[in-house]
């Protein structure tokens, strides 16, 4: 798949939103860990109510994110969640599979957005215009709430993940390489959801 880098990268003040229309904010979660899929979501908020304490879902507490993804949900314009799995990671790679799953997140919305903006410095192939904002996700409301979805679906996974492999601790660490799973991994070996080409994961196979 291909990618587009962004260069320029404007000021939230730069964006006239009543001109631009309906804006979608992107962002992932996932990209780091050991296992699972990655997730990104698109989201785009109502102007005219909108939703207090947005922020970067990293600077917030898992209770604030829960609190906020229903608050996204019953309020935002429309959202939408995707993903790419962990077969689609080892076959394209992680940032290939990342655009994937923003571009189905796109594809996924309700209404169609004048404006995309991303979370990042690379974007997916869109139909749409669209834009890549480093930082954006701390910078752009519609990119915080996309952050916390993503972050809060992927969570629940790992969650859901734990019940089938609780050797692993995906409850705790979400799949990243703790010393806690990098030891698992050693005494059990990969389960089904590793991603075979990261090396943590290679090197035990």
């Known amino acids: 798949m291909r990618s587009r880098k962004s260069f320029t990268v404007p ?3 730069a ?8 804006v979608a904010g992107v962002d992932e979660a996932g990209r780091g860990p050991l296992a699972g899929p990655v997730v990104a979501a698109a989201v785009i908020l109502d102007q005219r109510h909108p939703i207090a304490g947005l922020a970067d879902s990293k600077k917030l507490s898992p209770k604030q994110r829960e609190k ?3 608050q996204i949900c019953a309020h935002a314009l429309c959202c939408s ?3 790419a799995s962990v077969e689609e990671i080892d076959r394209l790679n992680i940032l290939q599979a990342t655009l994937l799953a923003m571009q189905r997140a796109v594809a996924g919305l309700r209404l169609r957005p004048n404006k995309v903006l991303v ?3 690379r974007l997916p192939v ?3 215009s669209a834009q890549a904002i480093v930082k954006g996700d701390a910078l752009i409301p519609s990119i915080s709430a996309a952050s916390i979805l993503a972050k ?3 969570d629940r996974w790992c969650a859901q993940l734990h019940q089938q ?9 979400k799949g990243y390489g703790t010393a806690q799973h990098l030891e698992a991994l050693r005494v059990h070996g990969a389960c089904a959801e590793h991603r075979r080409t990261f090396a943590p994961v290679k090197a035990v196979l």
């Open 15 to 22: 964006f006239d939103w009543a001109r631009v229309g309906l």
């Open 11 to 13: 000021e939230p003040a």
């Open 119 to 121: 979370d990042g410095n």
């Open 165 to 173: 492999y609780p050797l692993y601790g995906f409850d705790a660490h």
């Open 126 to 128: 869109l139909d749409v």
């Open 152 to 154: 809060v679906h992927r």
């Open 68 to 70: 906020l993804f229903d």
């Open 81 to 83: 969640i995707a993903q």
